[in-house]
């Protein structure tokens, strides 16, 4: 199988003052196709230092792919060491200045003196077209591994990737067909995934098993190869059927499905309806909802009673019942599914009431306590949560378990 290592280049990226999407956008695209990133360096703008990152990152991986760099400023060095890694030198490319002198005409802008430097390519090596902007990428091939220099704009980075190097990939991969399935689940951490699946999830499988989370989603990226494409999609669907029913209704979707747009499909299908009244998930809840096409056939109604006066004015919760146990409990959270459902007539309601912090916590009633009801004709489920990680995620992950609570009564 081959693998990829990625540079990132620029001091912005080294004091925090941008934020590397480009490696995580890279990463999810490669495997994706099946070809893993082994290792990745973030780099600052000297010369020497990504000639050692390139060298590093050429000893970990078959692919390398560099991003940032590329500009017209004096700290834009990418092409610089591109040379100097390969022994060569820059050379002006006559077509690539025509390109560039163009770019800026159409525009009726002068061309700084500076943007010549993006004519300049190392000897020996490849242009790789850019349509949006004024840098274009570098490919080369040496010793039978492929190095691909791409600018660190994220939206030229990932066209130019889209249109060049993918292909080049595919072509460099040829010799093995991968398969990559995606299961999504939600319920359980992933050391309790992990152990269900026993020694699925140990390295040097084939199929081999990853796993990613993100706010309580757990996605299993399940890669096969072989060296037909129908063997490899044979040996993916055996593993994702093996995997379905150990993990039962952990799994609730396949490749890009988020838990909203699979609430929203039961939901309509079944022909019911959802209203939702939320406290400290702050319309978190109707959003995801709301987020997918299609949703006002079933989506209805959405309160944000943040306060308890609006808790008792909006949804008819009695001031004492929430004097008595508080407005973040069991009562309270069933109070407000209840009362919603009721007010609009709808199959389903959602509460949540909780503590997203980072203040208003006691010891009895810590940041990340949160109560959440699903009412229906067929009674209130309630669940305690007690979630962690700071204020977003605290209501991400309310939001995210209740769609799930919703989603397994909607499986009845």
Known sequence: MKKTSI???????????????????????????????????????????????????????????????????DDDLTRQAFAGYLGTELQLQAELLDRLENFFKKRNLRMSEKNKIQAYIPAGAKVIANNLGTAPGIMAEVKGKLIFALPGVPSEMKRMFAESVLPELQRFTGEQAVVVRKL?????????????????????????????????????????????KDTARQMAEKKEKTIRNTLGELVYGTAEQCLAEVVGEKLARQGKTIAVAESCTGGTVAGLLTDIPGASKYFTHGWITYSNAAKTSELGIAADLIEKYGAVSEQVAQAMACNARKKVRTDFAIGITGIAGPDGGTEQKPVGLVYISVDSDNGCDTKRCLFSHGRRSIRLRA??????????????
């Open 184 to 228: 999504r689940c939600f319920g359980a951490g992933e050391s309790t995934i992990a152990e269900l699946l026993g020694d699925a999830c140990k390295r040097g499988r084939n199929p081999l098993v990853n796993c990613t989370v993100e706010y309580g989603i757990i996605t299993l990226h399940i890669i096969a190869t072989s060296r037909d």
């Open 399 to 412: 939001a995210q378990t209740a769609l799930n609570m919703l989603r397994l009564r909607l499986n009845i």
């Open 7 to 73: 540079v990132s280049i620029g001091n912005e990226l080294l004091n925090g003052q941008t934020v590397n999407t480009n490696t995580t956008y890279l990463s999810s695209e490669l495997l994706s196709i099946g070809i893993p990133v082994v290792s990745s360096y973030t780099i600052g703008d000297d010369v020497d230092a990504i000639i050692r990152a390139f060298n590093l990152a050429v000893a970990d991986a078959d692919i390398v792919l560099v991003t940032g760099g590329l500009g017209p400023t």
